[in-house]
Each structure stands twice: as C-alpha cells, then as structure tokens.
C-alpha cells in the first residue's frame, strides 16, 4: 500500500490504473479506523481491482462547539491497519488541498430535502460540509465505486441523492453497520466513553431492537414507539435528540403502505454523540 498526501501523485497513479482498465473504488473515511471501516475497504475490493482508501478531517462538517478539534487523529495506527487490508493507496490531502481558495471561500454542494431533518437537524450545516467534501473527493479520484456504512444512514441517502442528481458516473454501495458483541455500532467517537458510559451505550440499539419487534408485531403507533423509546434512552443515561420511525426509501413519514422502515436513534452519553438505525422488513 502506499500512502500519498500530493493530489498530483495520486492522479499519476490513477491514471496508470485507468490505462489497463482497472476499476477504482474509494472508501472516504476520518480516520481513527475500526473493524467497521475495513470491511468497507474489503467490500470496495469485490467491486473493483483497485481500492483507494481516504483520512481526512473535514473541517466544514463540524458545527460551532463540535468536537473538530479533539476528534481523534491516528493516522499511524490507520496506516498500519490499512497495510493489513485490500487497500492499494493510502490518501491523506491537507485543508490546503482539499479547499485551494480557503474554507471560507469554498464552492459548496448542498442537497436540500433530506439534509434538513433528523442528525441535520441537531447539527445544522453538517450534510452540508460532508457533501462538499465528498463531491471533491470523487472529482479527484473519478472512482467507479464509493463505499459507505450504513450506521450514517442519512448520510449515504443523501450521497445517493448528490450522485443522481449531479449524474456523476459512481454506484454507491452501503455496507451493513459492524457491532460490537453487544451490539454498539462501531464508531470512532466511541472512544470519548468512559467505562460506565460505555456499558450504557448498547441501551441505544436495544430501544431499536424494540422497535423493530413491535413493528414486526403489527404495531403503527409511530409517536408512541418514538416517545417510549426515547424515554428509555433518558432512563439509560443518554441525553437523547431523537428516535424516528421513517420509510427507508427517502426518510419521509411512513405512509400506509410502507413497508421497509428504518428505525434511527441518535443521542450523546457523556462527550459521544452516538447513532444508529435498523432496517425493519414489516
């Protein structure tokens, strides 16, 4: 694997992959990589020859008082987890390369609709920032294939919806969310737990999993799941921003026919905010 942070050299090497027909995925990641994140970079190797893996700490993601600054950098640990993987090339762009004009003179891509609901609502401006960055992350790559995980399931919708509506040439591929054995999804702000916090946190895909099972059971009081699953997430120790029962097609509020949800929960436990959701087939 070899780890690049010049964008000339990257496109040398893309070009020389394009030259004998390969294809190219990418796998855009923040770093402080888990378990979760390799198997995106395993799941981007069946779908194409070569694997472009990115770490970048996006600085127009993160809201005012949002944990920018101490989100954590690892890039020594990532490189020697990603030297393990199926990744061919190590990306690491600085501000500088991924905002040539600064940030604050930044072209912006913006998806209006499904940005503005549920984590765009706790975080005003956050999908904003990511598809910014991934639209110029794919304009210097020109992957065939991107690779995203489905515990930012808002996330990967509002990418599918950037990529449609701009025509961009890229199938976007979601891998299901990995757990921990008690099932806390994977994430890297699972670090800022402390020990009772991190005991605590599973409570927030148990109240899913309650969800999901009265759904399957006929349920369709949405409001009362919400407000009973969020009152149990309180009980555990969260401080929570929301559960929501949406259509997994596009977020909306299930109608009457519905009958793919996914069922998403987000709230912080000391200094994490953690979120995950459920796909439910009812």
């Given at each position: 694997m070899k780890?690049?942070?010049?964008?000339?050299?990257l496109?040398?090497?893309?070009?020389?992959?394009?030259?004998?027909?390969?294809?190219?995925?990418?796998?855009?990641?923040?770093?402080?990589?888990?378990?979760?994140?390799?198997?995106?970079?395993?799941?981007?190797?069946?779908?194409a020859?070569?694997?472009?893996?990115?770490v970048?700490?996006?600085?127009?993601?993160?809201?005012?008082?949002?944990?920018?600054?101490?989100?954590?950098?690892?890039?020594?640990k990532?490189?020697r987890r990603?030297?393990?993987?199926?990744?061919?090339v190590?990306?690491?762009?600085?501000?500088?390369?991924?905002?040539?004009?600064?940030?604050?003179?930044?072209?912006?891509?913006?998806?209006p609709?499904?940005?503005?609901?549920l984590?765009g609502?706790?975080r005003?401006?956050?999908?904003?920032?990511?598809?910014?960055?991934?639209?110029?992350?794919?304009?210097?790559?020109?992957p065939?294939?991107?690779?995203?995980?489905?515990?930012?399931?808002?996330?990967?919708?509002?990418?599918r919806?950037?990529?449609?509506?701009?025509?961009?040439?890229?199938t976007?591929?979601?891998?299901?969310t990995?757990?921990?054995?008690?099932?806390?999804?994977?994430?890297?702000?699972?670090?800022?737990?402390?020990?009772?916090e991190?005991?605590?946190?599973?409570?927030?895909?148990?109240c899913?999993?309650?969800?999901?099972?009265?759904?399957?059971?006929?349920?369709?009081?949405?409001?009362?799941?919400?407000?009973?699953a969020?009152?149990?997430?309180?009980?555990?120790?969260?401080?929570?921003?929301y559960?929501?029962?949406?259509?997994a097609?596009?977020?909306?509020?299930?109608?009457?026919?519905?009958?793919r949800?996914?069922?998403l929960?987000?709230?912080r436990?000391g200094?994490?905010?953690?979120i995950?959701?459920l796909?439910?087939?009812?």
């Amino acid at each position: 694997m070899k780890t690049m942070t010049d964008k000339l050299e990257l496109q040398e090497q893309l070009a020389e992959w394009r030259s004998a027909d390969e294809h190219i995925a990418i796998v855009p990641t923040m770093g402080n990589l888990h378990a979760g994140h390799i198997s995106l970079v395993e799941a981007a190797r069946e779908h194409a020859e070569r694997v472009v893996v990115t770490v970048f700490v996006n600085p127009t993601q993160f809201g005012e008082g949002e944990d920018f600054d101490s989100y954590p950098r690892t890039l020594e640990k990532d490189t020697r987890r990603l030297r393990k993987s199926s990744a061919d090339v190590l990306f690491v762009p600085s501000v500088e390369t991924m905002y040539p004009f600064g940030v604050e003179n930044a072209t912006r891509v913006v998806v209006p609709g499904l940005t503005e609901n549920l984590c765009g609502a706790s975080r005003p401006g956050h999908f904003d920032g990511v598809t910014t960055v991934v639209a110029r992350l794919f304009a210097l790559v020109q992957p065939d294939v991107a690779l995203f995980g489905q515990k930012d399931y808002q996330q990967q919708l509002v990418i599918r919806r950037m990529v449609e509506d701009l025509n961009l040439p890229i199938t976007i591929l979601t891998v299901p969310t990995v757990r921990e054995a008690d099932g806390l999804a994977m994430s890297s702000r699972n670090a800022y737990l402390d020990d009772a916090e991190r005991q605590a946190a599973p409570a927030l895909h148990e109240c899913l999993r309650g969800i999901e099972a009265q759904l399957q059971g006929g349920a369709r009081d949405f409001r009362a799941l919400e407000r009973s699953a969020t009152e149990s997430l309180a009980g555990a120790g969260f401080d929570p921003e929301y559960v929501a029962v949406r259509s997994a097609e596009d977020l909306g509020e299930p109608g009457d026919n519905c009958s793919r949800f996914v069922v998403l929960g987000a709230g912080r436990l000391g200094q994490a905010r953690l979120i995950d959701n459920l796909l439910v087939d009812a």
